[in-house]
C-alpha cells in the first residue's frame, strides 16, 4: 500500500518527471481512477492515490503517463488508452520505477503483480519480465524512457 511507503517517496519519483502525486484522504473518491478505489487514478500530469491505494497501481498508472504520447497526456482523464504494446512497455516501466523507490524494488513489484492478476504468456510477472518482454523494453528505447542498460531515462515520451 501506498501508506507503507516513506512519505514523500512517490512524490520525489514522480517530481522526477515533472508528473504530481495527489494524495486523497482515507475512504476519499480517486480521482481518474480506471477500475475504481483503491486502484490509483490517472488526470493530466497526475497521479492520483489514497493511503490504501497498491504500489503497482501506483507505478502503473505512472508508467502510462510517462509511455504516452503528448497530445494523449494533455488530455488523459481516467483511461490511458494505448495499445498492447504500449501496455507491455507500461508494465515493463513500472517495474524498473519499482527499483528506485526505497522499500519497493521490483521483487515486491512483481510479486505485487501477480497477486493482483495481471496476465502474462509465460505466466509470471519475472517469467515475462526476464524471458519475453524484448518487445517492451525494444519500445522504451525507441522512445528514450530507458537507456541501453536499462535504466530510466527520467524523461517524459514526446511524440
Do not use: N
Amino acid at each position: 500500500m501506498v501508506s507503507d511507503i516513506a512519505p514523500g517517496a512517490l512524490a520525489e519519483l514522480l517530481d522526477g518527471f515533472g508528473l504530481e502525486l495527489i494524495m486523497h484522504g482515507p475512504g476519499e473518491r480517486i480521482t481518474g481512477s480506471y477500475w475504481g478505489e483503491p486502484e490509483a487514478g490517472v488526470l493530466g500530469s497526475s497521479v492520483h492515490v489514497r493511503p490504501d491505494t497498491p504500489v503497482h497501481s501506483f507505478l502503473h498508472e505512472a508508467s502510462h503517463i510517462i509511455c504516452m504520447d503528448e497530445g494523449r497526456r494533455a488530455r488523459l482523464d481516467t483511461d490511458a488508452g494505448g495499445d498492447d504494446l504500449e501496455e507491455a512497455a507500461v508494465c515493463y516501466l513500472q517495474v524498473l520505477l519499482a527499483d528506485a523507490v526505497a522499500g519497493v524494488g521490483r521483487e515486491r513489484i512483481m510479486a505485487d503483480m501477480d497477486a493482483w492478476g495481471y496476465s502474462f504468456r509465460r505466466g509470471t510477472t519475472r517469467e515475462w519480465f526476464e524471458h519475453d518482454a524484448e518487445d517492451a523494453r525494444e519500445f522504451l528505447l525507441k522512445q528514450a524512457l530507458i537507456d541501453p542498460s536499462g535504466k530510466p531515462s527520467w524523461r517524459l515520451r514526446r511524440a
